[in-house]
C-alpha cells in the first residue's frame, strides 16, 4: 500500500490561504490521490480527488505535479469552521475500496 | 436515506459482553465499508462488502469480529466477548456515487467496553 506523510498539525488564521502538503512516494499507476476532512464526532467527509495535474472544486484546489509522488491540498480564505483533521489518502485502484487514512493533519484556524 | 445511518450512537459494553452495530447505507449504494478509529488516530480499514458479498475482510482485528450485509442494504458488525481495546468509534461508510473515490460516512459508533 503507498504510504502516505503528511504534517501532523497547522495552524493558520482566518482568511489566510492554507496549503497540506503530502507524499506518496510509492503511489502506483492506476491509484488516485483523495483528501478527506474530519469534525469532531463526526465521520470523515470526501473533499476532493484528483489523478494528475490540477483540479478545483467548491472546496479545495489539489495540485499534483508530473511524477504524482506528492500532493498539495489548497484551501482558499479558511474559516474557523475549517479547522478540522484533513487526511490525504491514495486510493488503490481509484476506487474507495480500501481506503488508508493515517493519523492527517490537524488545522486550527484562529481570528 | 438522506445519508448513512449507525446505530446506536453511543454503546457501553461490559468486557465479555456480545455487541451488535448497526449501519444504513445510503439507498441504492452498492459498496459498504466498516472502519474502526480509535481515538486520536485516523481510521483503519476492517471490512468490505459490495451488495451482500463481503469481498475483502482483511482489516478485522480477530474472528471475535465478524460482519454481514445479508440482502445488500443494511449492515451489521458484531463483535463477541468484548474487550477493553475494541474501545473506539466504529464508522460505516458506503459509495456509490459519481466521483470514484467518495465514500459517504456515518456519524459512527462510539463504543465504551467497560
Known amino acids: 500500500l503507498a504510504k502516505t506523510t503528511q504534517p501532523i498539525s497547522m495552524d493558520s488564521y482566518e482568511g489566510q490561504e492554507v496549503n497540506i502538503t503530502c507524499s506518496h512516494n510509492?503511489?502506483?499507476?492506476?491509484?488516485?490521490i483523495t483528501w478527506y476532512q474530519q469534525f469532531p464526532s463526526q465521520g470523515p467527509r470526501f473533499i476532493i480527488q484528483g489523478y494528475k495535474t490540477k483540479v478545483t472544486n467548491e472546496v479545495a484546489s489539489l495540485f499534483i505535479p508530473a511524477d504524482r509522488k506528492s500532493s498539495t491540498l489548497s484551501l482558499p480564505r479558511v474559516s474557523l469552521s475549517d479547522t478540522a483533521v484533513y487526511y490525504c489518502?491514495?486510493?488503490?485502484?481509484?476506487?474507495?475500496?480500501?481506503?488508508?487514512f493515517g493519523t492527517g493533519t490537524r488545522l486550527q484556524v484562529t481570528l | 436515506g438522506a445519508g448513512v445511518s449507525q446505530s446506536p450512537r453511543y454503546k457501553v459494553a461490559k468486557r465479555g459482553q456480545d455487541v451488535a452495530l448497526r449501519c444504513d447505507p445510503i439507498?441504492?449504494?452498492?459498496?459498504l465499508f466498516w472502519y474502526q478509529q480509535a481515538l486520536g488516530q485516523g481510521p483503519e480499514f476492517l471490512t468490505y462488502?459490495?451488495?451482500?458479498?463481503?469481498?475483502?475482510k482483511s482489516g478485522l482485528p480477530s474472528d471475535r469480529f465478524f460482519a454481514e450485509r445479508p440482502e445488500g442494504s443494511v449492515s451489521t458488525l458484531k463483535i463477541q466477548r468484548t474487550q477493553q481495546e475494541d474501545s473506539a468509534v466504529y464508522l460505516c461508510a458506503s459509495s456509490g456515487g459519481q466521483r470514484n473515490t467518495e465514500a459517504f460516512f456515518g456519524q459512527g459508533t462510539r463504543l465504551t467496553v467497560v
Open positions: 510509492n503511489i502506483a499507476t492506476n491509484d488516485y
Open positions: 439507498s441504492g449504494h452498492v459498496s
Open positions: 462488502f459490495q451488495n451482500e458479498a463481503q469481498l475483502d
Open positions: 489518502l491514495v486510493a488503490l485502484g481509484g476506487t474507495a475500496s480500501k481506503l488508508t
